[in-house]
């Protein structure tokens, strides 16, 4: 089910190009992408994670809707992940590769429309990841098992929400920053006490065109 609602996903957000004569469909990231603050959130837990840097980069369409609101989905890549400090000396650096998508609803503000808010939900499929643990400069690498078993480590679908800001410079080149906040435990145990759950902050470059 949750496979058939992503290619529906994909499906209804490339149609845009066909069905809209006005929409505008562009670039989401930067030199090598934009940066992307991640981090994992486990509930009582006995550490703080620590956040890491990523990269997000993708694709994303301007649809125009009636007075000054648009609707902007996009196709992502994002690369989340932490690092925290466990028991006996061990370092553990989480890194897991993401495909996203964004259905955000955006506001612009004034007559040209320069600057801009907006809000959705967000879709996440994880394709790969790993643990790396660090010890006295010794490394041994984990790679992380998706699924809904208790022999996974992780879940592989996330389901949240993103709120945005930023500012069109001229018709085409834009910078935004945004917030994504992920529902979904992401323990395959789903124990109340371990609740793990995904956020990150992400500053990005693009550009938007004509089609």
Known sequence: MKKAI???????VSQFSVFAQKTKVGYSGGLGGGIAI????TENATTDAQSNTGLTMGIVWDVPLKSNFSFQPSINYIRKGNHEDLYSGYESRLT???FETQFNFVYHVGENGNLFFGAGPSAVLALNGKETLTKAGKEEV???KFGGHSTDDMQRYDFGATGLAGYKFGKAMFLSVC??????NLNPLHGENDKVTSNYF???????INQ
């Open 96 to 98: 897991i590769n993401y």
């Open 179 to 184: 917030y994504n906040k992920g529902f979904t």
């Open 202 to 208: 992400a500053v990005k470059a693009g550009f938007l």
């Open 6 to 12: 992503y290619i529906l996903a994909f499906i209804f």
């Open 38 to 41: 991640t981090n994992f959130k």
């Open 142 to 144: 984990i790679i992380i």
